[in-house]
């Protein structure tokens, strides 16, 4: 069991490019989910999935940030037209569902925006 | 709705010496609560979680933390601080038959020599 594998590491973008994150969740794992971390606001919930549905994206900036999980082996972050302050760690998680689940947590994309 | 305040951003503790993290939650029913720790440049793992049962609770390397329901906390501690502990602890509320995890702000261990 490799964990929740999250690719690239590390993105570079200039502002007004384009960046998508992946995740690949734990085999098995019903729900997955993607938050936000910064120094400033610390970790901020993005969305979820369960059963590869869109259940809660009510974390999600209106404007430019979109997220699918087009089979149940990966889940992508799309931003569009990047911006400095969306320079953060992105971290996604998977969980067997449920509200005693535990999450496990992948490593984390690092983005920064120049 | 639910929320979940650690009033400390950064605690200093000796090596050694025993810990307390301090963890509030507000809820309307039962909650399910969990501590996470988050080591330098990694991902949160699973420190323990907590079920409507005994309030105290036993996690991975030493750690417990004791639930309060006329408190409305859910406080970690450890007996003794080992260097390796040096890390964010965030603790985190859900509700039963949810998905979703409300995390606190994080507190951040600086263990002393």
């Known amino acids: 069991n490799a964990g929740v594998i999250q690719t690239p590491r590390h993105k570079v973008t200039g502002k007004g490019q384009e960046a998508t994150l992946w995740c690949e969740p734990i085999s098995g794992h019903s729900a997955v989910f993607w938050y936000r971390q910064t120094i400033v606001q610390g970790l901020e919930f993005l969305t979820y999935?369960?059963?590869?549905?869109?259940?809660?994206d009510s974390g999600m900036p209106k404007e430019r940030f979109s997220a699918q999980m087009p089979n149940q082996s990966h889940s992508t972050l799309k931003i569009q037209s990047t911006q400095p302050q969306d320079s953060a760690v992105y971290l996604c998680?998977?969980?067997?569902?449920?509200?005693?689940?535990?999450?496990?947590f992948g490593p984390g994309t690092r983005l920064t925006v120049l | 709705a639910q929320s979940v305040t650690q009033p400390d951003a950064r605690v200093t503790v000796s090596e050694g010496a025993s810990l307390q993290l301090r963890c509030k939650y507000s809820y309307f029913g039962t909650p399910y609560l969990f501590w996470y720790v988050q080591y330098p440049r990694q991902g949160l793992q699973l420190l323990l979680k907590?079920?409507?049962?005994?309030?105290v609770v036993q996690g991975v390397n030493g750690f417990e933390a004791e639930f309060s329901k006329s408190n409305s906390s859910f406080h970690l501690r450890k007996a003794s601080v080992h260097w390796s502990d040096w890390a964010v602890y965030f603790c985190a509320v859900s509700r039963t038959g949810g998905y979703k995890v409300v995390f606190g702000s994080g507190t951040r261990l600086l263990v002393s020599p």
């Open positions: 907590y079920y409507p049962g005994d309030p």
């Open positions: 998680a998977s969980s067997l569902g449920g509200g005693y689940a535990e999450q496990f």
């Open positions: 999935f369960r059963n590869q549905a869109p259940i809660d």
